[in-house]
């Protein structure tokens, strides 16, 4: 006969070991792999150039486009490289929404870096997987292998097939 008290012992000694600060998860994020060499696409209501510091300031209804993964925000900031032949990583504030089919995320700020496919998403993290929900407070997600990492007080909300 099967005994439940040695399983739900096990279960907890299982994950009572963990660290109580290691609150994160890893799922899977976006069906299409990104190809950082695409070109950027960028369009917004407002630019403004800065040729001291090598950036652009895109403001207003602000959407990134390369290949299929899409990023809104009120505000984006486009760094480029030191030689100033390509970006090298985009800052968005304020509203802010990546979409990599079908996956989507929301949260306040965002740093997409081109070359590594990287990007670093804080402040009230939303992601959506289908009906199901991940949230917390920074998500880590590679836009090259289709993965990501949640942390800061997960909590996942999972719905199943019946409703």
Same mark, same amino acid.
Request: proline residues 4%.
């Given at each position: 006969?099967?005994?439940?008290?040695?399983?739900?012992?096990?279960?907890?000694?299982?994950?009572?070991?963990?660290?109580?600060?290691?609150?994160?998860?890893?799922?899977?994020?976006?069906?299409?792999?990104?190809?950082?060499?695409?070109?950027?696409?960028?369009?917004?209501?407002?630019?403004?150039?800065?040729?001291?510091? *090598?950036?652009?300031?895109?403001? #207003? =209804? /602000?959407?990134?486009? &390369? !290949?299929?993964?899409?990023? +809104?925000? %009120? $505000?984006?900031?486009?760094?480029?490289?030191?030689?100033?032949?390509?970006?090298?990583?985009?800052?968005?504030?304020?509203?802010?929404?990546?979409?990599?089919?079908?996956?989507?995320?929301?949260?306040?700020?965002?740093?997409?870096?081109?070359?590594? *496919?990287?990007?670093?998403?804080? #402040? =009230? /993290?939303?992601?959506? &997987? !289908?009906?199901?929900?991940? +949230?917390? %407070? $920074?998500?880590?997600?590679?836009?090259?292998?289709?993965?990501?990492?949640?942390?800061?007080?997960?909590?996942?909300?999972?719905?199943?097939?019946?409703?």
């Amino acid at each position: 006969m099967f005994d439940f008290r040695i399983v739900s012992l096990c279960a907890v000694l299982a994950f009572g070991a963990a660290p109580a600060g290691a609150q994160e998860a890893q799922v899977a994020f976006g069906a299409v792999k990104a190809d950082p060499s695409l070109p950027v696409e960028v369009t917004s209501e407002t630019l403004k150039v800065n040729q001291e510091d *090598g950036s652009a300031e895109f403001l #207003g =209804n /602000v959407v990134v486009v &390369q !290949g299929q993964m899409r990023l +809104s925000a %009120d $505000r984006v900031l486009v760094i480029y490289n030191e030689d100033r032949s390509g970006i090298e990583r985009l800052e968005a504030s304020d509203n802010v929404l990546l979409v990599s089919p079908p996956d989507a995320a929301e949260g306040d700020w965002a740093e997409y870096t081109i070359d590594s *496919g990287v990007v670093v998403m804080t #402040g =009230n /993290v939303l992601l959506s &997987q !289908g009906p199901s929900t991940i +949230s917390g %407070d $920074r998500m880590v997600a590679n836009l090259a292998d289709g993965t990501a990492t949640m942390s800061g007080r997960v909590k996942t909300i999972l719905k199943s097939g019946g409703d």
